[in-house]
């Protein structure tokens, strides 16, 4: 290979140090005198003493990623889920570069990732410079943690290979576009947990070729779970927001998403909010609790509205000060703080294994945003046998379980929508149980035996489906009062709760959903005028069968 390091390469940096702008300068000299180092923080946990030890999948991923380098590709994604040990594989790669005398530079797109990179190949016993503003120091290593914003700016060190962690953020970044082709030739691997963003298999002319050649899957996430590496998750989908007039935009990523500024309108609201608390209250009381919210507005109601139920709730967002931060995160760690709440800065980096319930209550689109959010509860810990999903977003079943196994190839950038706007799907989308609101994809729940009748079943003419439309956009209110009439029938007559829900839909052609369980006092003519219709014509259907028999 024509880019190997000599070793006076690797002695004498040929990094260009008076390429940037003033700035800098002084803080090249600063290498000697160590200032913020970002490795003599406190560690946030979890990463464990530094193991030379892969797992069978690692190691299997390091000799593909080895094998497709030599066989000619010269930029290559791995896909490594969250909880699969991406950051292992990652120094497994850059240990196997420096043992032959190369270097190499660990890029990252945030401060506290690269922060994070730091002190984790510290822990690992990795020596190493890092890049990054004023913390820039020992250029001089042969291993680089970078920020891809000062390498941007101050040009790419003199490298043999190129790592780059959360790769999925590379295809919209005219950063990290701009630093690869102007590295031509030098080996790249891409570091994702989620790989599906939009064009990072496109073909760019100033490279030569797609972004990223060809992907290496170490593992995916029901192989994890089946290994024990994940831990598998119920899902229970209560109430989603309405997302009707929503604008939606491409995000960061490439997906077309619900634009961030307009979500909260469609989710922040007060009987939303306090459907959220109830059920955490049903189904997740006395459980860590991670919550993902549409704004910083929304968060904080939700917030709100656990202190008003008794639960100790706090909200974090990039506003928070590191201080402040660290120690609501330490409150969370020791159960002193049973729900964590924010807008997306958790769903990157923070690794709370204890964590079991999650709640969604940002609506997304966006299959990259979704799997990191679900990322947080998946880890396994001695607590807990699976994890919990109480979705108030519409995402499980809009996006399918967050343990499926997703795309496995690049995507090469042609429009999606040509094909329908949709990825399409092998198995059918999951849906909410319409009694306990469990989510599953079989008909029968598996939690409360509940059995929706089979539409096809019912014999139902023209002039009613049209009826059934009418009534399915009748106003809330009196889909409630019908409601709760039927909850005075199913308790007055020992109905099995199922009931309420099948009679609901026989009459407004929708499942019943947001209604509140208030029990009717009475009960109109118009509720058992209809309830007598159905049994008269469920016995002559019957009749009919058996005659027919
Ligand atoms: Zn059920």
Redesign the pocket.
């Known amino acids: 290979m024509e880019n190997m390091s000599t070793a006076s390469d690797v002695l004498a940096p040929r990094y260009p140090l008076a390429r940037a702008s003033g700035d800098c300068a002084s803080n090249w000299d600063a290498s000697k005198k160590r200032r913020v180092n970002p490795e003599d923080q406190p560690g946030q946990g979890g990463a464990g003493p530094g193991t030379l030890s892969l797992r069978p999948y690692q190691s299997l991923a390091v000799q593909n990623l080895r094998r497709a380098l030599a066989g000619g590709i010269v930029r290559e994604m791995l896909c490594s889920p969250t909880g699969s040990g991406k950051t292992e594989i990652g120094m497994a790669l850059v240990r196997g570069a420096r043992s032959k005398g190369k270097r190499v530079v660990f890029l990252c797109n945030r401060v506290h990732l690269v922060e994070q990179t730091a002190r984790r190949f510290k822990k690992a016993g990795i020596d190493h410079g890092v890049i990054q503003g004023e913390n820039t120091t020992r250029v001089y290593e042969s291993v680089l943690v970078g920020s891809i914003q000062t390498i941007a700016r101050r040009g790419m060190p003199a490298v043999d290979l190129i790592i780059i962690d959360e790769a999925h953020t590379v295809a919209g970044s005219k950063e990290y576009r701009a630093v690869i082709a102007a590295a031509k030739g030098i080996p790249v691997i891409g570091l994702s947990a989620t790989p599906y963003a939009r064009g990072l298999g496109k073909h760019y002319d100033e490279l030569g070729g797609p972004l990223f050649e060809h992907m290496t899957v170490a593992a995916t996430i029901p192989d994890l779970i089946e290994a024990g590496y994940l831990v598998d998750c119920d899902v229970y989908a209560p109430s989603e927001p309405d997302m009707t007039g929503i604008k939606q935009a491409r995000n960061a990523f490439g997906d077309i998403d619900y634009t961030d500024t307009d979500v909260g309108r469609a989710a922040n609201k007060p009987e939303l909010v306090g459907d959220i608390v109830t059920h955490w209250l049903r189904l997740a009381r006395g459980t860590p609790t991670v919550c993902f919210a549409a704004n910083i507005a929304h968060s904080k109601h939700i917030v709100e509205r656990f202190h008003v139920a008794g639960v100790s709730a706090e909200h974090i967002d990039c506003y928070t000060d590191e201080e402040e931060r660290r120690a609501i995160l330490a409150r969370v760690e020791t159960g002193e703080t049973m729900v964590i709440s924010n807008v997306g800065i958790l769903a990157e980096g923070w690794d709370f294994p204890a964590c079991r319930t999650l709640i969604l209550a940002r609506p997304t689109r966006s299959l990259i945003r979704y799997i990191q959010m679900a990322g947080r509860v998946l880890r396994p810990h001695a607590s807990k046998e699976r994890a919990l999903i109480l979705d108030h977003s519409g995402s499980v079943t809009r996006l399918g379980f967050p343990t499926e196994e997703f795309p496995l190839e690049l995507d090469d950038g042609t429009p999606r929508d040509a094909k329908g706007g949709q990825e399409k799907r092998e198995t059918p989308l999951p849906k909410a ?1 319409p ?4 989510v599953k994809t079989v008909h029968k ?1 598996p ?4 059995e929706p009748e089979r539409r096809a079943n019912v014999d139902v003419r023209a002039g009613d489906l049209v009826q059934v439309a009418k009534k399915s956009k009748a106003p809330k209110m009196e889909k409630q009062d019908f409601y709760s009439q039927l909850l005075r029938v199913a308790s007055s007559k020992n109905y099995k709760p199922g009931w309420v829900a099948n009679k609901y839909r026989e009459y407004f052609g929708v499942w019943p959903h947001g209604m509140e369980d208030v029990i009717a006092h009475e009960v109109s003519p118009q509720v058992s005028g209809f309830l007598m219709h159905l049994q008269i014509r469920n016995a002559k259907a019957k009749g009919d069968k058996h005659a027919g028999a």
């Open positions: 149980c009694s306990c609101s469990y729940c939690v409360c035996g509940f």
